[in-house]
Each structure stands twice: as C-alpha cells, then as structure tokens.
T-cell receptor, first 116, second 116 residues
Framework: DADVTQTPRNRITKTGKRIMLECSQTKGHDRMYWYRQDPGLGLRLIYYSFDVKDINKGEISDGYSVSRQAQAKFSLSLESAIPNQTALYFC???????????????FGEGSRLTVL | GESVGLHLPTLSVQEGDNSIINCAYSNSASDYFIWYKQESGKGPQFIIDIRSNMDKRQGQRVTVLLNKTVKHLSLQIAATQPGDSAVYFCAERPVNSGGSNYKLTFGKGTLLTVNP
C-alpha cells in the first residue's frame, strides 16, 4: 500500500462545484503539503501544514482551502471550481527530523482534476 | 523573478548509454539542490541531493554535479535503463529557508526517453 494516498485519483467536475481532494499518510510525518502541477510548469505549492494546528498559504493559495483533520490527513478544497484549476494535484509529506533527508518530499500518486 | 529552469525539455538516449540532464538556476542565494524523478502516472520521487559546499555527489548509478560559478546543476545517469524513462526535475532551496521544504522551487522538468 502507498504511504501517501490520494483520493480521488481522477475527477471531472463542472464550473462552480465544490470539490475536495483528500490525502492520508502512514509515514507518521508532521509536515504535509499540497502542490499543483500543470503541463510545462514545475510543481507549485498551494498550502502546507507543519502540524495539525499549523496551516500556511503557499505560492498559489487563491481559490483553495485546506483542512488538517489529523496528523495523517490533509484535504484540499476548491470552494467553487473554475476551468483554470484543471491540473494534477499532489499531496506530499516530509520528515524534518535528523532521520529525514533535508529536501525529501514523499508524494502521493496525484489527483487529476478536470473542471469543465 | 528568479527561477529554476532546464536547458532541454526532452532527452532521448539508447539503453546502456550515459544520460546527462541539465538544470540552470539563477538564485545565487540557493544553497541546497535536489533531483526528483517522476514516472508516468506517479508522483515525483527523490533521487539525490547536494549542498552548495559540494561540487559532486554520487549515488547508485547517479551523480549530481554542481557548478556554482555558472549556476548549473546536472544529473548524470550511468548505463541508462528503460526504467529510467521519466521526467526529471531539479529543485532549489534558498539559504534563508531555515531548512524548510516549503521554500523549494521546482524546475519545469526534462523528459528522458530510453530507447531499447
């Protein structure tokens, strides 16, 4: 089983609909992230969370919100989806402890969202 | 603004050959660099990292070279195999990040295709 699991893997929705992408992890990491990937662009950070009570905006947070329900769960919501939010979304975790590799993010397999 | 970029968007090599994937960075304040591999339909996976006080680091079949003079990073893959076919991303982190991965900036990626 994957250490970082994203659901759904694929979703097609219509403009104006509310969408939630869910992420759960079994790695025991405190730090979780949501990224967006568009063709020809690098990964861009939407939100990140260092623990259950810590939520921070990333580079492109407008139009998105997140919820850290537990150490293992971090969900991303699009309150009113629009077509330019069509993208591949990745959840990731990292281990800031000395055991972890500094720049190593552990990614889920992605959630492909299409907004019509 | 400063960004991480790649010289070549695609690279095609023969199985068994060595591959070199390049990355140019413009933020002279970056002190930590990472390479990720993303196979089709999967999330990015950490390959190797290097700190700015080094100019070379070797892993298993991979070597990362850092030339701070010209702000250039490369990933060398020895004896390239079909399983190496993927998109490769470089990422950088500025020295004032406090070691936090939320400040990672990702490049756009190079698609490596290995021909049998």
């Amino acid at each position: 089983d994957a250490d970082v699991t994203q659901t759904p893997r694929n979703r097609i929705t219509k403009t104006g609909k509310r969408i939630m992408l869910e992420c759960s992890q079994t790695k025991g990491h405190d730090r979780m992230y949501w990224y967006r990937q568009d063709p020809g662009l690098g990964l861009r950070l939407i939100y990140y969370s260092f623990d259950v009570k810590d939520i921070n905006k990333g580079e492109i947070s407008d139009g998105y919100s997140v919820s850290r329900q537990a150490q293992a769960k971090f969900s991303l919501s699009l309150e009113s989806a629009i077509p330019n939010q069509t993208a591949l979304y990745f959840c990731a975790t990292s281990d800031p402890s000395p055991r972890g590799v500094a720049g190593e993010l552990f990614f889920g397999e992605g959630s492909r969202l299409t907004v019509l | 603004g400063e960004s991480v970029g790649l010289h070549l968007p695609t690279l095609s090599v023969q199985e068994g050959d060595n591959s070199i994937i390049n990355c140019a960075y413009s933020n002279s304040a970056s002190d930590y660099f990472i390479w990720y591999k993303q196979e089709s339909g999967k999330g990015p996976q950490f390959i190797i990292d290097i700190r700015s006080n080094m100019d070379k680091r070797q892993g298993q079949r991979v070597t990362v070279l850092l030339n701070k003079t010209v702000k250039h990073l490369s990933l060398q893959i020895a004896a390239t195999q079909p399983g190496d076919s993927a998109v490769y991303f470089c990422a950088e982190r500025p020295v004032n990040s406090g070691g936090s991965n939320y400040k990672l900036t990702f490049g756009k990626g190079t698609l490596l295709t290995v021909n049998p």
